[in-house]
């Protein structure tokens, strides 16, 4: 059974960074890709970004663009996501998920196995 | 602000059947798959539908998704009080090359 198992939970001061890890199993890691997504206090679900593990290609949401760094370990199949100079509004709970995508004349995209979460709590 | 709209909230009476909408635009919904997630209370989301309107293994009959041009809807039948959740309507946005998801509904079954 596809399973994605996160790292645990964090807190960072103002301006540190986090990485946060996704380890997959029951399935060919690198035929798909993982995406994150990240859900702040009371609020919707953000997209983040996502890395292909066949060959490491990423895309990132524009607001976070050189402020993430996502990557795979294909001999672990694992994932990661670093985000760095980390604020108040950073404090969140982020989700990895297996993200499949597909161009077919339409974009057919979404995400299908999630793993559990990990809060992420940035305060001074 | 969300690129998806969605209402805030729903209910309905055990057993009645609730609709959920999702409304974007032709950069999103009007000309790409749109996807539906489940998040329980304290837990993460979990895939409903794809592709408009395809069910995954294991997710019962109940649940439906429609399309039709910018808009998307989520269609619950014989409503259980485990339904009770926020739900997310999500797609890809070609104007803006990110995945989009719509401000969530919070369903009450009363």
């Known amino acids: 059974q596809v399973q994605l198992v996160q790292s645990g939970a964090e807190v960072k001061k103002p301006g540190a960074s986090v990485k946060v890890s996704c380890k997959a199993s029951?399935?060919?890691?690198?035929?798909?890709?993982i995406s994150w997504v990240r859900q702040a206090p009371g609020q919707g679900l953000e997209w983040m970004g996502w890395i292909s593990a066949y060959n490491g290609n990423t895309n990132y949401a524009q607001k976070l663009q050189g402020r993430v760094t996502m990557t795979t370990d294909t001999s672990t199949s694992t994932a990661y996501m670093e985000l760095r100079s980390l604020r108040s509004d950073d404090t969140a709970v982020y989700y990895c998920?297996?993200?499949?995508?597909?161009?077919?004349?339409?974009?057919?995209?979404?995400?299908?196995?999630w793993g559990q979460g990990t809060l992420v709590t940035v305060s001074s | 602000q969300s690129v998806l709209t969605q209402p805030p909230s729903v209910s309905a009476a055990p057993g009645q059947k609730v609709t959920i909408s999702c409304s974007g635009s032709?950069?999103?919904?009007?000309?790409?798959?749109v996807s539906w997630y489940q998040q329980l209370p304290g837990t993460a989301p979990k895939l409903l539908i794809y592709?408009?309107?395809k069910r995954p293994s294991g997710i019962p009959d109940r649940f439906s998704g429609s399309k039709s041009g910018t808009s998307a809807t989520l269609g619950i039948t014989g409503l259980q009080t485990g339904d009770e959740a926020d739900y997310y309507c999500g797609t890809w946005d070609s104007s803006l090359s990110a995945e989009v998801f719509g401000g969530g509904t919070k369903l009450t079954v009363l």
């Open positions: 592709d408009n309107n």
């Open positions: 029951g399935y060919t890691f690198t035929s798909y890709g």
């Open positions: 032709s950069s999103n919904i009007g000309n790409n798959y």
């Open positions: 998920a297996r993200y499949i995508t597909m161009v077919r004349g339409v974009i057919i995209s979404y995400f299908d196995y």
